[in-house]
């Protein structure tokens, strides 16, 4: 026992220290368990919860296409949900008006429904290769969850500027 006293008193500070160590080593054990291999099992977490009950059925996107196909000048329509974002790609044929495809894509909102709207993003993404005027556009647009309004649009000319000889 006396030996055991003798060591305490001896090493009182290197006994302070590795008990020290071990509450530090516990704590950063903790602290790696809960954050970084935490209960989601999902690579999203938890937003994705409710799109199980607000899915996006197959006759819903047949739907879509079949709006988009009645004009005469789209040449194809693919859509694409990956989470809470529905993709629609459309190409259009040669002639068509920018101010037409982007009233189809607005028009083709009414199809979805009130609650879907409310928890999915919509993404167009539709190339026009020669225009009404022969320029050719890329428009992206999204009609965001949170936004009342419609579909904000971005427009991107694939034609190249000319040159000026200003000098």
Request: glycine share 4%; net charge negative.
């Amino acid at each position: 026992m006396n030996k055991i006293k003798k060591f305490f008193r001896d090493n009182k500070v290197l006994l302070f220290l590795g008990i020290i160590l071990v509450v530090w080593l516990t704590v950063f054990v903790i602290i790696v368990v809960v954050f970084f291999y935490g209960s989601s099992k999902s690579k999203y977490g938890n937003r994705l919860d409710n799109i199980k009950d607000i899915p996006i059925t197959d006759k819903l996107q047949e739907d879509i296409i079949n709006s988009f196909k009645e004009d005469e000048l789209i040449d194809s329509v693919d859509i694409n949900v990956k989470g809470k974002i529905i993709y629609i790609d459309i190409k259009t044929l040669e002639g068509e008006k920018v101010s037409s495809v982007k009233t189809l894509a607005e028009e083709s909102i009414s199809l979805f429904s009130e609650s879907i709207l409310k928890n999915y993003d919509i993404s167009f993404f539709i190339k026009i290769d020669k225009d009404s005027e022969g320029a050719s556009y890329v428009l992206m647009g999204t009609k965001n969850v949170s936004s009342d309004s419609g579909i904000i649009w971005s427009d991107y000319s694939l034609e190249l500027p000319t040159e000026s000889s200003a000098e």
